[in-house]
């Protein structure tokens, strides 16, 4: 029912009249189109046109009944005529060339169309005859149906690739037709007024029905029809590859098919980079701000034309290519000159300069205004773009170039013979002044002077912005920051220079963050003359000196810095320096991670600093400073030393697992060192010597190889309120002439004894835990003199408190207790004095005193012990006053009335004192003892001989005589009777400077 479907389509499509599509049933006469290279890259004269040109599809008829037949017999349209034409229009006053394409005979069955190809079918007609035509081929482009989007250079784009093979001086009339009468009089036709449709359905859709809405068209109008709906995509993108940005967008607002072609990112690229050389789209984002960004990454539909948009107003420098920036035919009128010195007197306020590719040698640039200059090449952009001076600064910003721009460019400073050395102030490659503020940015940097500076940046008000610059191999300090003068210095390379990679002085503020500071043949970063800065997140390494070196009144902030492998120390603050150093990492430096000397006080923060080759931290020649929360490991040598007067503050520290010392104090050092962890040294937790007087509260030094703290050679100072366990050797050792005060503190859990004073040690040990030592709580030999007061001594898998070997000491008010040996044993020679103690709850003996020793024993208490209270060898008279010895348990006396070998009640840990005995027959030697049971029962009718009444353990019952023992079960392995405690384990002095 066609009428039901015209009324049903009208209803739908809001005024438009059906037409019915048919297959054609006659050919019109064959045309030709000149074949060109369709590719945008080939420049115009290298275009070549061949007479055969690929066939146009056969369009499908119309009818202009509103409600059509299906009859063979319709009415259609002949044919137009078979000629080519080439005519002229005028628009705008300009004469255009006008390429008019015949039909072609040739039926068409496939043709290739691209993804974004919007054409539409071409309006059918049919003649009187009944006979079907061929529809009129529209002309490739029409500049009187497009005055109004393009511009004149179209028509000279499309008379390029189409070119004409015949003229008629006839034709123009029927082929352009009268605009009033629709498509124009056609031969063959019935009437000159006669509507064409259009059909509506995109090329790629087959129509669903046989009726769709009509149009009217004059001949202009199916000229422009197949230029915008049927012409190849192929084609139109060879002429707009011809066009100039203007054009480009003009015939963007034809149609929607026009927009989508003339946005191809090919067309826009090749344009691009004839007029830029990029290689990647260079976006704006924001004032001074550029950025290259793959067309993948970027955030626009077509980054090519954006970067175009966004850089059009710029000024080219690029000697020679003139011609390319300007075309009055597209009106292209883009400003190029042939050196930058001519681009920047032009007048403009803000110039954008484009610098191509060119080595620009004399041209020194003074910029006092908001001038944007970039370099323009392909590949790497900064080392093809060359701007050298060899007299003056090759580029200078003074007052006025606040928010100016140098970028992708190398800048050089090569003098000559007569300048190299001249003391003036000019030897810069860049120069920042006064009340400025540039955008520096991927620039190359490069200075040959041996005085000055690559980059100096001066005065009040100066503040640049520096980043992703290489400022390197310079014969003299790479950046020199100065007078006041602040800025911002990003991601810059700065290596290899002969002086310092950076210098800042003189109250200069700069902001310097990841930058990679490497290589100099000086130190990384000189902060000296009151300079100031931020530093953060840099990373420094393998400088010949210091990484960072801070002197004379500078106060810079170091911030997540790297300083590492540097060839002597890492930071090395001197004569006055300060600063803070908060959260780096210091590493692998040959020398001390840090170094602070000569009354230089800065601050060391919550820092990494490890795999010294020598020291962690080293403070010296009256330094001072704040060292808190830091991590110190794995150093050669100590990781905190302090010499010579040096007086810091240590604390909240972790220093551990070195292959030396903790914490090295020596030479009159001195210094507060509270509430660190030291711990898993492989020496000394701390070593105090030499005069030095340091204060260590409220830390927990354990676990090391040798010694928990270590006074000696007159090592002095205070140990109070620490927690010291868990080391091999002794928690505390004091000898010669060392004289500390240690109260308050926990020493326990010892593989070795608590406390050790030796070789003339002195020293106060007062209000002490000591406990839970492997050996003696407290030694005290060879003419050693300390006083304990007040401390509790308990729990010790040895004895309390051993003296011997000439040691003396003053014991008093100390509280001994519940220790496996005798809780005071006084030996060979000694001679202490005992006043107010109390002993008691032992495991063995009250006190011992033994081997020609004597003691004063005034007023103490002595009470609840196993062995006795007082126990006294032959040959010993101690001085006793008002002691009270009360509630003693007399073990051995009640195993000798049993008739109990002593062995049984001591084994070889515990040295009863009785009477010691030997067997001549068994021929013992003077380190076996027998006791008086075993001497009755074992050795009966033997030549015995009484030696002494001493502390001992029986030999017999133990074992290692020739005769088993008749009072005492199997034998244990057990060899010489001790008759003292095992000596403790002395740690060796080692000089570390």
Same mark, same amino acid.
């Given at each position: ?5 015209v009324? /049903? ?17 006659g ?11 369709s ?8 275009i ?17 009944d ?10 259609t ?35 290739f169309?691209?993804?974004?190809d ?6 059918? *007609? ?7 035509g ?10 009187s ?5 393009c511009s ?6 499309t008379a ?10 006839a ?23 006669t ?8 090329a ?13 068209y ?35 607002? @034809?149609c ?23 290689d ?24 090519w ?5 966004q ?5 080219h ?15 292209r009128n883009i ?6 010195r001519t ?9 954008l ?28 952009v ?18 006025? /170039? ?6 992708y ?15 003036h102030h000019?030897h810069?490659?860049?120069?920042? %002044? ?5 955008t ?12 000055g500076?690559?980059v100096?940046?001066n ?8 980043r ?18 602040q800025?911002?210095?990003e991601?810059?390379?700065? /290596?290899?220079n002969?002086l ?18 490497h ?7 000189f902060?000296f ?33 790297e300083?590492?492998?540097?060839q002597t ?10 600063g803070?150093?908060i959260?780096? %990492? ?11 000397t ?6 060391i923060r ?6 010294g ?30 010499r ?38 492989s ?6 010597t ?19 703290v ?51 040690g002195?020293?106060?040990l007062?209000?002490n ?13 060879? +003419? ?8 509790k ?15 003396r ?13 005798a ?16 002993i ?5 003996a009250g006190?011992?005193i ?10 103490n ?8 209270g ?5 040959? @010993?008279h101690?001085i006793?006053?008002?002691? %009270? ?22 084994? *070889?840990t /515990?040295?009863?004192m009785?009477?010691?005995y ?31 009444? +001493?502390r ?6 133990a ?14 392995? +057990? ?13 060796h ?5």
């Open positions: 029912m066609p009428s039901a479907s009324t /049903s389509s009208r209803s739908r499509r809001s005024k438009r009249r059906s037409i019915r599509r048919s297959e054609p049933t050919a019109g006469p064959s045309r030709s189109l000149p074949a060109c290279n590719n945008p890259d080939v420049p115009d004269e290298s070549v046109c061949s007479s055969q040109a690929p066939l146009i599809p056969q369009p499908l008829l119309a009818s202009n509103p409600c059509p037949s299906t009859s063979n017999n319709s009415s349209i002949a044919p137009p005529p078979s000629a080519s034409f080439v005519g002229e229009d005028h628009v705008d006053g300009v004469v255009s060339s006008l390429v008019v394409i015949r039909p072609i005979a040739n039926s068409y069955s496939t043709t169309q691209s993804p974004y919007l054409r539409r079918k071409l309006p059918l *007609y049919s003649d009187t005859s009944g006979a079907s061929n529809i009129l081929s529209a002309p490739s482009a029409s500049l149906l497009l005055s109004s989007q004149n250079n179209m028509v000279a784009a390029a690739v189409s070119t004409p093979s015949t003229a008629s001086s034709s123009p009339n029927y082929l352009l037709g009268n605009t009033s009468t629709g498509i124009g009089n056609i031969p063959g036709s019935t009437g000159a007024g509507d064409y449709p259009v059909s509506t359905l995109p790629r859709k087959r129509p669903r029905r046989s009726t769709y809405p009509s149009f009217d004059g001949s202009n109008s199916s000229a422009a029809h197949y230029l915008q709906f049927e012409l190849p995509d192929e084609v139109l993108l060879t002429i707009f590859s011809y066009l100039k940005e203007k054009d480009l967008c003009c015939i963007a607002q @034809v929607k098919r026009f927009n989508t072609i003339s946005n191809d990112g090919k067309l826009w690229k090749t344009l691009y980079q004839r007029l830029f050389e990029y990647l789209p260079l976006f704006c984002r924001g004032s001074a701000k550029y950025e290259f960004i793959p067309p993948e990454d970027s955030e626009y539909n077509n980054p034309k954006e970067s175009v948009r850089l059009y107003h710029g000024i420098v690029r000697q020679g290519f003139q011609e390319i920036y300007t075309d009055e035919q597209s009106g400003l190029c000159v042939d050196t930058i681009a920047l007197s032009m007048g403009f306020d803000n110039p300069i484009f610098i191509h590719a060119d080595k620009y040698v004399g041209e020194s640039l003074i910029i006092d205004n908001s001038a944007e200059m970039i370099g323009a090449s392909s590949g790497n900064a080392e093809s773009v060359i701007i050298e001076t060899d007299r003056e600064s090759t580029v200078v910003f003074q007052e006025g /170039s606040r928010g100016s721009y140098l970028g460019i190398t800048l050089k400073f090569i003098p000559d013979s007569g300048a190299s050395n001249a003391p000019k810069y490659c860049l120069e920042v %002044k006064d009340n400025s503020a540039p520096i940015d991927h620039c190359v940097i490069r200075s040959q002077c041996a005085v500076a690559a100096c940046v005065g009040t008000g100066a503040e640049p912005y520096i992703f610059c290489d400022i390197s191999d310079c014969e003299n300090v790479g950046l020199y920051v100065t007078d006041y003068s800025g911002t210095y991601d810059n390379e700065i /290596s290899r002969a310092a990679g950076i210098w800042v002085k003189n109250f200069a503020n700069p902001i310097m963050r990841r930058n990679h500071i290589h100099g043949r000086d130190v990384g970063i902060t003359d009151n300079g100031l800065g931020y530093f953060e997140a840099n990373d420094i390494h393998n400088n010949r000196i210091a990484g960072f070196e801070v002197k004379a009144g500078a106060n810079p902030t170091v911030v997540q810095c300083i590492h492998h540097g120390g890492g930071i090395y603050v001197h004569e006055n320096g300060q803070q150093f959260e780096n %990492k210091i590493h692998s430096n040959n020398f001390a991670g840090v170094w602070i000569s009354n230089s006080n800065p601050t919550r820092n990494e600093i490890y795999q080759h020598q020291g962690g931290v080293y403070i010296f020649g009256e330094g001072r400073g704040l060292i808190e929360h830091n991590n110190i490991h794995g150093n050669a040598l100590a990781g905190i030393q302090i010579t007067n040096s007086d810091p503050i240590v604390r909240h520290n972790k220093i551990h697992s070195g292959q030396h010392g903790g914490i090295y104090v020596h030479e009159k050092g001195q210094g507060l060192i509270e509430e660190n962890e030291v711990y898993a040294n020496l000394a937790g701390v070593w105090i030499t005069g030095s007087t340091p204060v260590l509260r409220r830390n927990r030094i354990h676990s090391g190889k040798q010694v928990g270590y006074f000696y050679d007159n090592g002095h100072g205070k140990l109070e309120d620490n927690d010291i366990f868990n080391h091999l050797y002794s928690g505390v050792q004091i000898r010669t002439g060392s004289n500390p005060i240690i109260r308050g503190n926990k020493i326990w859990a010892g593989q070795n004894g608590g406390v050790l004073v030796y070789n003339g002195l020293g106060l007062e209000s835990e000591i406990f839970d030592n492997a050996m003696a709580g407290v030694w005290i030999k060879t +003419d050693s003199n300390p006083t304990l007061r007040r401390n001594i308990y729990s010790g898998r040895d004895g309390g408190i051993c003296i011997f070997n000439g040691g000491g003053v014991l008093e008010e100390n509280d001994i207790c519940r220790n496996a040996q809780g005071v044993l006084i030996s060979t020679q000694s001679h202490p004095i005992l006043r107010r103690n109390r008691f709850d032992g495991l063995a006190v011992e033994t081997n020609n020793a004597t003691a004063t024993l005034e007023q208490q002595i009470f609840n012990n196993r062995f006795g007082l126990c006294l060898a032959s040959g @010993v101690p006793c006053r008002d002691n %009270k010895i009360f509630n003693n348990q007399d073990a051995v006396e009640k195993a000798v009335t049993d008739g109990q070998c002593l062995y049984k009640i001591s084994s *070889y /515990s040295f009863p009785h009477d010691f030997r067997c001549q027959t068994c021929n013992t030697t003077d380190r076996n003892a027998i006791c008086a049971n075993c001497i009755k029962t074992c050795h009966a009718g033997h030549e015995i001989e009484f030696i002494r009444h +001493d001992f353990f029986c030999d017999c019952g074992g290692t005589l020739t005769n088993q023992c008749q009072l005492q079960g199997e034998p244990t392995q +057990d060899t010489d009777t001790l008759y003292d405690s095992s000596a403790p384990i002395e740690s002095t080692l000089m570390v400077n």
